[in-house]
């Protein structure tokens, strides 16, 4: 059964840093690409960043690029987003999602298969 579970989200001035985590179980991790994605109320699930298989082959939204980091460990099955300088138009859910193995587009939602729960981040002014 595969399980993503994402933690570390909260409340932060703008700013502020924030690191989520995502843990993955149920699929050969170190095959699959990894995205993190957000929505914000009233609006749509958002690219944000993601990370291939390969390695160094990471791709970033325009709107983080330069602030927000995403990386992994294949040891401890684990994806991670570090945000920094974040700002009141960061607030939203961010989601923790795997795609199929050997995935090659990543920038959007409908390549990925398997989803967290969700974690909230919200930035205050």
């Known amino acids: 059964q595969v399980e993503l579970v994402e933690s570390g989200g909260g409340l932060v001035p703008a700013g502020g840093s924030l690191r989520l985590s995502c843990v993955a179980s149920g699929f050969a991790f170190s095959s699959n690409a990894m995205g993190w994605f957000r929505q914000a109320p009233g609006k749509g699930r958002e690219f944000v960043a993601a990370?291939?298989?390969?390695?160094?082959?990471?791709y970033y939204a325009n709107s983080v690029k330069g602030r927000f980091t995403i990386s992994r460990d294949n040891a401890k099955n684990t994806v991670y987003l570090e945000m920094n300088s974040l700002k009141p138009e960061d607030t939203a859910v961010y989601y923790c999602?795997?795609?199929?193995?050997?995935?090659?587009?990543?920038?959007?939602?409908?390549?990925?298969?398997?989803w967290g729960q969700g974690t909230q981040v919200t930035v205050s002014s």
């Open positions: 990370i291939s298989w390969i390695p160094g082959t990471i």
């Open positions: 999602a795997a795609c199929p193995p050997h995935t090659m587009i990543l920038h959007t939602a409908e390549s990925y298969e398997y």
